[in-house]
């Protein structure tokens, strides 16, 4: 049996200034998505603890799952990917999230790559992370239409990296951090929506672009301090990042209210992602208290590492 781990990702900064041509960085987490893989007489996927609403039809006999096919999308299109390049396979492939979908901690990026890498190993070929990250964006492609290959280039590649959209190009960083806290908070939105407002208020409002040119400047400056390992300076930039990705209207109160809440006891936080809740990062400076915050407050939060490497057999 195969099995394989696909880290997911958030971005420590850069997040929509980066659809314009500015670098982001992102780096993979150590939460991600386990996908196995066994050869069997006919081809099955079962995704272990997702969100569906059951029907049960009593007089078929039936039982149906409500959104389940748009839910698979992404992996029946990375089987067709796979099954195109590689041949036919009749396996087994059984998928367990550590992270909820849809909260902007790329869980389409990693199952896609998970299963691409998965199918491979299975079928017995060999595929370099390279291309494993150009079938993955593939992926993303076809079902959305629209994607960067900021996500999955990260899911295959793995660790901190700085990335340009436009033309594309990746940059590992050699950089580390303490462990950190995703607090999730519910998404009002999908990427997609939330990309296109930005376009059309950059569209309306000339002097929008000098809000994402300040993000650019604020990767840049960043970038020095991870390198550093300056978590005053990381944490500080992390705020003024997410203030400016508010004056794009994408930050609303509950991540205001959330940081402010948190402020005495950490460096600093920010969204990560398309914004209007989902994930937001948290910089610790005292754990134990901000633990106890968000416990007692009711947040819904995951402490993380940066995980150096990528997508990887297990
Ligand atoms: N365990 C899973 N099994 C099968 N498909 C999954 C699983 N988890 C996520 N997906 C697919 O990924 C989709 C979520 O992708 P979406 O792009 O909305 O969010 P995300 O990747 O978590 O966040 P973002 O792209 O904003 O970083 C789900 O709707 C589903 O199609
Ligand atoms: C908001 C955005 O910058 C990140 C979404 O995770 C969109 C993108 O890069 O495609």
């Given at each position: 049996m195969v099995k394989v781990f696909a880290p997911g990702v958030v971005k420590l900064f850069g997040e929509h200034a980066v659809v314009y041509g500015k670098p982001a960085i992102a780096t993979t987490i150590d939460r991600g998505v386990f996908i196995e893989c066994e050869k069997s007489d006919r081809l099955i996927i079962e995704s272990i603890g997702t969100p569906s609403t059951l029907v049960y039809l009593p007089e078929e006999g039936r039982l149906e799952a409500l959104g389940a096919e748009r839910f698979f999308a992404y992996v029946n299109t990375a089987l067709k990917i796979a099954r195109e390049r590689w041949g036919k396979l009749k396996a087994r492939f059984s998928i367990k999230s550590e992270l909820p979908p849809?909260?902007?901690?790329a869980t389409s990026a990693a199952v896609s790559v998970g299963i691409l890498k998965a199918y491979s190993l299975c079928a017995n070929v060999e595929v370099s992370k390279e291309e494993l990250a150009k079938l993955g964006h593939q992926v993303e492609l076809n079902v959305q239409g629209i994607a960067s290959p900021m996500d999955t280039t990260a899911v295959a590649i793995g660790g901190v990296l700085k990335i340009w959209a436009h033309p594309f190009r990746v940059e590992k960083l050699d950089v580390s951090l303490p462990q950190f806290y995703i607090v999730v908070l519910p998404r009002r939105g999908t990427t997609g929506e939330i990309v296109a407002d930005v376009k059309a208020l950059l569209d309306r409002r000339r002097s929008a672009q000098s809000v994402i040119n300040a993000i650019g400047e604020v990767v840049e400056e960043a970038e020095g301090c991870l390198r550093r390992g300056d978590l005053n300076c990381v944490g500080e930039l992390m705020i003024l990042n997410n203030w400016l990705l508010g004056a794009l209207g994408v930050v609303d109160n509950r991540v205001m209210t959330l940081l402010d809440l948190l402020k005495t006891f950490v460096y600093g936080g920010k969204i990560s992602?398309?914004?209007?809740?989902?994930v937001v990062l948290i910089l610790p400076k005292d754990e134990t208290v901000v633990e106890k915050i968000l416990s007692a407050t009711g947040y819904t939060y995951f402490k993380v590492s940066i995980s150096k490497t990528g997508v990887v057999a297990i």
């Open positions: 849809s909260i902007g901690a992602g398309a914004g209007r809740g989902g």
